[in-house]
């Protein structure tokens, strides 16, 4: 799979919108983009994925650079239960269910 | 509906020993995958099966094995533990939602190796 790089770590205000990039400058055209999220003590959780087009979904808005070599995962409203570990991911259609997670961003949300 | 159980959740052994750890897909969901989560080394896939069948394999040893069953529940297991084994090992079941699988994962087994 292709490399994906995210910031270590970002910090957000509750009821903020925030802004998660990430940066993947080798995908393929036939790559679609995941987000996943980890809570504390929990397994990683589906957050959204695309292709080409922005996506919006309950929990989430991805947006995707027209040259598709980065993407933005935006948090409408921020909770503090959106504190997490997010991860950007790249996989090839049909690829399977092997995904290769990178360090991911830690969201840190302040009350 | 019912998602990812994995048992046991928690579970100490001592270097040599094997161990088994268990994992019941979503109702429906016929593709299982395997993680292991340390500190250092993040989250790294072990292998995935689809049908009982194996369909990839990450890059661990031989140690570590898994199989799944004609119900899709899926077992793995790892023979003469190390210390370095210790970690939390997670199950995901997936459902193909627009060409691309999304995964859902269980809570995990945590594994500690004294």
């Known amino acids: 799979d292709a490399k994906t790089t995210q910031p270590n770590s970002m910090e957000s205000n509750e009821e903020e919108p925030v802004h998660l990039p990430c940066n993947h400058s080798t995908i393929s055209g036939t790559d679609y983009i995941h987000w996943y999220r980890q809570l504390p003590s929990q397994g990683p959780e589906y957050v959204i994925h695309g292709l080409t087009s922005n996506v919006n979904n309950r929990m989430a808005s991805l947006a995707i650079a027209e040259d598709r070599k980065s993407s933005t995962l935006i948090l409408h409203r921020a909770t503090l239960r959106d504190a997490a570990v997010y991860y950007c991911i790249l996989r090839a259609y049909n690829a399977g269910n092997m995904l290769t997670f990178g360090g991911g961003t830690r969201l840190m949300v302040k009350p | 509906k019912a998602g990812v159980t994995q048992t046991p959740r928690y579970l100490i052994k001592t270097r040599g020993q094997q161990v088994t750890l268990s994992c019941s897909p979503i109702s429906g969901h016929r593709s299982v995958s395997w993680y292991q989560q340390t500190p250092g080394q993040g989250l790294q896939f072990l292998f995935e099966y689809f049908s009982e069948t194996q369909r990839n394999k990450g890059n661990f040893p031989g140690r570590f094995s898994g199989r799944q069953f004609s119900n899709s529940r899926s077992e793995m297991n790892v023979s003469t533990l190390e210390l370095g084994d210790s970690a939390l090992y997670l199950c995901?079941?997936?459902?193909?939602?627009?060409?691309?699988?999304?995964?859902?994962f269980g809570a995990g087994s945590r594994l500690t190796v004294l």
């Open positions: 995901a079941s997936s459902l193909e939602v627009d060409g691309a699988n999304v995964l859902t």
